[in-house]
């Protein structure tokens, strides 16, 4: 995850200043929950990402689109930037969509970070970011095995089972 | 040594292959169906005059349980927390903390053993394992995994030394696990196998990810950070495994 991080660390500096700017002048605050955690085991089960729809909206829409959070405190700073959370419009590229988010305080950008390629070809560019189980398909073997974990049986149901055969070899 | 022992419902197989007197593991063997039997007695809900059952019944508060019973309730509650609700002791109605007490006491009886000296054995409590140490042969343990169609068939096959190794799946007893927030029996996962450091929470996971359905299976990739391997079957046959699940060669 790690490292994907650092992978998209160019890009997103640059997309961070753009929307950090974006932001300056950017006029409707409306308060929005805080933005989504880097949460990739959890967003990948949604087929379509909100943000993947806006995505498709020109540069110009995107500017409403990035709120500062309620954990903004409004107040600007020197720079003219307002201190809080801020979330960029997703954007898409040919490995999936980013969405930015930026923090500010003190009228300065002291963090960014983005959600990542969240679909399933991203895979292919981002494999440690998602910690993903790997599909196969399900075998059907016999082994020499000294227990068989499965879901529970019965007493009833024990003397039909694999540990019972077992059991019954090492008694 | 190797005893299976009817208790809790179902039959708890025990194998102790350290090279000790067999009066010895004859002792560790008996200490541990004790236990076993005492944590049935007193977490069973199907007996009346079990502490769950008068606890359920409002004759005695929680606060004057027995240590073990708070324990076990604390841990539900942490369960509950950790796996977005999955998890739940009252998925069903009244308390019903089974699904924790099964792997917990097995977690508990393999400690027992240790500190009796058995480092190497291997405790199956009707299909949730905990191993320790080497088996006879004085390599790992093998613990097959239920192939969830085929009963006289595995799936795969683990080498485990000092891991639980625990499976949920609808194939045995049909459905007995309940996704919370719909009520509707689990649908999505057809087995779900957790391998981790602790019985008791492998065994709770496994339920809350049949519970979640196929949504259980990004829940279960993210819990390898902590440990704890997966190893899963669709309802479709799709299997999905995570990359430190220590198979057998």
Known sequence: MRRS???????????????????SVSAPVVPTA??????????????????????TKKPSSKKPTAKPTEDASGEAGGSGLKNGIFKGSAAKNPYGTIQVSIKVAGGKITAADATYPVTGDSATINPPAIAALKQSTVKAQSADVDAVSGATFTSASYVKSLQAAIDQATA | ??????????????????????????????????????????????????????????????????????????????????????????????LDPSGYVKGWSVEVASARLAEAGSVNHCVNAGGDVRARGLSGTGAPWRVGIRHPWEA???????????????????????????????GAPARGLRSVTVVGPDLALADAYATAALAMGEGGIAWLAKLTAEGYDSALVTDDGRAFSSAGLPAAV
């Open chain 2, 152 to 182: 006289d068939k595995l799936s795969w096959v683990l080498s485990v030394s000092d891991q639980a190794v625990a499976t949920s799946g609808t194939y045995e007893r049909g459905d007995h696990v309940f996704n919370p927030r719909t």
């Open chain 1, 34 to 55: 805080a933005p989504p955690a880097v949460d990739l085991a959890n967003s990948r089960q949604d087929a379509d990402p909100e943000p993947a729809a806006s995505s």
């Open chain 2, 1 to 94: 040594m190797h005893h299976a022992e009817h208790v809790m419902g179902t039959v708890v197989s025990i194998d102790l292959a350290d090279n000790l007197p067999q009066d010895d593991l004859r002792a560790m063997i008996d200490d541990v169906c004790g236990w076993l039997h005492e944590v049935d007695r007193r977490f069973s809900t199907y007996r009346d005059d079990s502490e769950v059952s008068r606890l359920r019944r409002r004759e005695i508060a929680a606060t004057d349980c027995s240590t073990d019973m708070r324990h076990v309730l604390e841990a539900c509650a942490d369960l509950w927390r950790e796996t977005d609700g999955y998890f739940d002791a009252y998925a069903a109605g009244p």
């Open chain 1, 5 to 23: 991080t650092a992978a998209a660390v160019g890009t997103l500096t640059g997309a961070a200043l753009i929307v950090g700017v974006r932001l």
